[in-house]
């Protein structure tokens, strides 16, 4: 059984910084695509960013420079740091792992098996 972990998230203020992290237990493909996802109340859920197995990695426009995403292929955990946030980032961030292509773009349902969210709260 799969299953994903979100742990790191909270309330910080405007320009500060916030690490995700996410622990994926169950997945035994080797060639993986794991990624972040995030939906703010009433809007759909967006793509963050992605990272193969091999490490290449995608940024949403939005997060370009700000965020960054790595991954400890040992231990199958992935993280989101998270720098100079704005309000705008405020959302439920999820964690996701699918197969390898489905980190080619940022649609959701090409990722498998979900977290159950972890809340980023930013205030100004």
């Known amino acids: 059984q799969v299953q994903l972990q979100e742990s790191g998230g909270g309330s910080v203020l405007s320009g500060g910084s916030m690490e995700l992290s996410c622990a994926v237990s169950g997945y035994t493909y080797s060639y993986y695509c794991l990624g972040w996802f995030r939906q703010a109340p009433g809007k759909g859920r967006e793509g963050v960013a992605n990272?193969?197995?091999?490490?290449?990695?995608r940024y949403a426009d939005s997060v370009k420079g700000r965020f960054a995403i790595s991954q400890d292929n040992a231990k199958m955990r992935q993280y989101l740091q998270m720098n100079s946030l704005e309000p705008e980032d405020t959302a439920m961030f999820y964690c996701a792992v699918g197969p390898f292509w489905s980190c080619s773009d940022f649609r959701a349902n090409d990722f498998d098996h979900w977290g159950q969210g972890t809340q980023v709260t930013v205030s100004s």
């Open positions: 990272i193969r197995s091999d490490g290449i990695t």
